[in-house]
């Protein structure tokens, strides 16, 4: 399979590259460096703005989603939560991510209202029976370094959400899966592994991509 990735003079085409090949790992290595870098020569202040524009775009593609999975920002991440206060207002019930206490790391849910206890550490924590898995979220609003516009989605590389959302296998609907992105977070053509769960929308400060595949394109 060829994969296209965008180099910094522009677009360079890779032949043959194999989807498990390392090629692939080291690709999504480079690709991180660089986006996370244009992130952050947007400045504050414009990540600031782009990110409450996204936020009014992403309001009307959250229909009717009861309960949605949203995140708070860390480093130069958009920053949801001019969404996540209309959307709380409107009635919808949101949810934050928790790094589970299992060796998978598999994402658990919390409500961003919660009620916290302060564990034997001193550390505040959600108490336990209030949290959920992702697949009894409707929809999941998720933070990323890359995509393109066929979906595929470059996160910061931990795997989280892919582990997270392995369940949603080929045809799976739920949660739906929303990108909140700046626009130059766009790449042309993205390197997919067959892990990496595809993204229902993108939507970034400028548009909504829509339609976008929603099922793994590799079988399991
Ligand atoms: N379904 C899965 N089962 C087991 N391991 C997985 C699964 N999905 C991803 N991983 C592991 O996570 C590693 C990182 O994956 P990847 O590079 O796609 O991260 P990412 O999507 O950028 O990260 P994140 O979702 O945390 O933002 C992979 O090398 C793989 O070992
Ligand atoms: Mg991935």
Request: hydrophobic share 35%.
């Amino acid at each position: 399979m060829n994969l296209r990735f965008e180099a910094k003079d522009g677009t360079a085409q890779v032949e043959g590259a194999s989807i498990f090949s390392p090629e692939v790992s080291d690709e999504k290595r480079r690709l991180r460096a660089t986006l996370r870098q244009r992130r952050q020569r947007l400045g504050a202040g414009a990540r600031r703005r782009l990110s409450v524009r996204a936020c009014a775009r992403a309001r009307a593609v959250v229909g009717r989603a009861r309960r949605i999975g949203a995140y708070l920002p860390h480093g130069a991440e958009l920053d949801p939560t001019w969404l996540m206060r209309r959307l709380e207002r409107a009635g919808h019930v949101v949810y934050v991510p928790l790094v589970g206490r299992r060796a998978d790391q598999v994402l658990r849910f919390t409500p961003w209202r919660a009620p916290f206890l302060v564990n034997r550490y001193g550390i505040r924590e959600p108490r336990r029976r209030h949290t959920i898995k992702a697949s009894q979220l409707d929809l999941v609003i998720v933070p990323l370094v890359g995509f393109d516009e066929s979906g595929t989605r470059l996160g910061q590389g931990g795997g989280h959400y892919d582990r997270t959302l392995a369940h949603l296998g080929r045809a799976g609907l739920r949660p739906q899966r929303i990108g909140l992105a700046f626009a130059c977070q766009q790449v042309p053509m993205l390197p997919r592994d067959r892990h990496d769960v595809p993204l229902t929308a993108v939507v970034t400060e400028q548009r909504v991509f829509r339609g976008l595949r929603t099922t793994y394109t590799h079988s399991h």
